[in-house]
């Protein structure tokens, strides 16, 4: 907010409140959240991704033998996947972050971008010590870097927004989230060009971190690995299957749900009411930030029968009727809720179980070493996961 502010950059939804945010909203819900078999006909595009980022995990990963490979540090090569995976779907266009058939080496400026992303998400981490203003004020260099990289990346995204809104301009016809957009009438090209860029920021790391643990929780526990396998392998036989994977493989399905309530990336949620509340006895006033604790729900034992196991199959409809329980559900919400909460929710969804998909095909899985957690403003892990492949 407060660098928006001093360099006087507008931004899309997530720095947005009162009827501007509710116009792009409303807008952005029926194409990104309404609509389903817009975001589901994604998933072949998807998968080809997919393909291209194993592949290149082959090619450049420490090799063991011939049908082994070690990745030291999965985070960074996810960051460049769910930048391709979200930019195509944004754009209908690749981004080259991923080396691909037609683009054999992957693009600098892509690489660029990846870079300062994941410098802001780093460097905004560590401005959670001090205050903003006074770490502008005296200048320091967390304040520099975390200045230098939101410019950059800004910078980057804006020219990739600028070449697409050339392509929409010049009527060529791709699938994607920008034409929809467009293709309403309400919103400005300025807005929709806005929104693109913080679309491609906001899931960024988010996917990524995500995905990491995800991963990680596959290469720890082989049973699950297992189970997984079993229930995608069917699906490729049928791409069109790939595209309903959430209905056609509910356990995996309810793994990402427990991964995310034992590791949610955004641990906290903030809110600001606009009118006095008394809630559970006490009183909540109007305009002081509320900050919920989701880590700490989404392990609480009121909530959750054994809560620090690692149960996907608590999320499983078939094998207890209500699952987990209204609470319960409550009590874990990786996307958040309401009117604010994750726009990116089923886009990022289907990303991330078809990666799963794609990499238990291709992978066994094992970790080098374990983790703890690191509780930031995003919950990752304490040092990189580090994983041993075997080809299937
Ligand atoms: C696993 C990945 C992701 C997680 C865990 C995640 C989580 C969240 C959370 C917790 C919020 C705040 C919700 C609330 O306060 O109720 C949020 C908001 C938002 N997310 Fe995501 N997100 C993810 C992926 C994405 C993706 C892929 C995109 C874009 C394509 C995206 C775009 C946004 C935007 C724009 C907002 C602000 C919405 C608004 O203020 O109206 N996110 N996300």
Redesign the pocket.
């Known amino acids: 907010m407060f660098y928006n502010e001093i360099n006087k950059v507008e931004r899309?939804?997530?720095f947005?409140t009162g009827a501007a945010?509710s116009r792009l909203?409303k807008v952005m819900n029926k194409v990104?959240l309404a609509d389903h078999g817009s975001i589901n006909s994604f998933a072949p595009d998807i998968v080809n991704i997919n393909s291209d980022v194993l592949r290149s995990w082959k090619e450049k990963c420490q090799v063991v033998d011939d049908r082994k490979w070690i990745i030291d540090d999965v985070k960074m090569e996810l960051c460049k996947w769910?930048i391709e995976s979200?930019g195509y779907?944004?754009f209908g266009d690749r981004m080259g972050c991923i080396p691909s058939e037609t683009t054999p080496e992957s693009d600098s400026r892509a690489q660029m971008l990846v870079e300062n992303v994941a410098n802001m998400f780093t460097e905004t981490s560590r401005l959670q010590v001090i205050p903003v203003k006074l770490a502008h004020r005296l200048n320091l260099g967390v304040w520099k870097r975390f200045e230098q990289a939101s410019s950059t990346m800004i910078q980057l995204a804006n020219e990739y927004v600028e070449e697409n809104m050339m392509k929409q301009r010049n009527l060529v016809k791709q699938n994607s989230i920008m034409r929809k957009l467009l293709g309403f009438g309400s919103l400005s090209e300025g807005e929709v060009s806005r929104s693109m860029v913080?679309?491609?920021i906001?899931?960024a790391d988010?996917?990524s971190?995500?995905?990491q643990w995800m991963l990680y929780m596959i290469a720890k526990r082989q049973d699950v690995q297992l189970k997984i396998l079993e229930e995608v392998i069917p699906l490729f036989n049928n791409p069109g299957d790939l595209e309903k994977i959430h209905e056609k493989a509910p356990y995996l399905r309810a793994f990402l749900r427990e991964v995310?309530r034992l590791y949610?990336?955004?641990p906290f949620?903030?809110?600001t009411l606009s009118k006095d509340i008394v809630l559970g006895g006490y009183l909540i006033p109007a305009g002081k930030p509320i900050v919920l604790s989701l880590f700490t729900t989404s392990r609480m034992s009121k909530y959750f029968e054994d809560p620090l196991a690692f149960k996907p199959e608590r999320w499983l409809r078939n094998i207890n009727k209500c699952p987990v329980g209204r609470d319960s559900a409550f009590a874990s919400?990786?996307?958040?809720?309401?009117?604010?909460?994750?726009?990116?929710?089923r886009?990022?969804?289907l990303?991330?179980s078809l990666f799963i998909a794609s990499f238990v095909r291709e992978f066994d899985s094992s970790l080098a070493y374990d983790v703890d957690i690191k509780l930031n403003m995003i919950l990752t892990p304490s040092r990189p996961i580090k994983l041993n492949l075997k080809a299937r």
């Open positions: 899309g939804l997530f947005q945010w909203r990104m769910s979200t779907m944004l913080d679309l491609i906001a899931a988010t996917t971190n995500s995905l995310s949610p990336t955004a949620l903030a809110r919400l990786p996307f958040g809720f309401g009117a604010r909460s994750c726009i990116g929710r886009a990022a969804e990303q991330m």
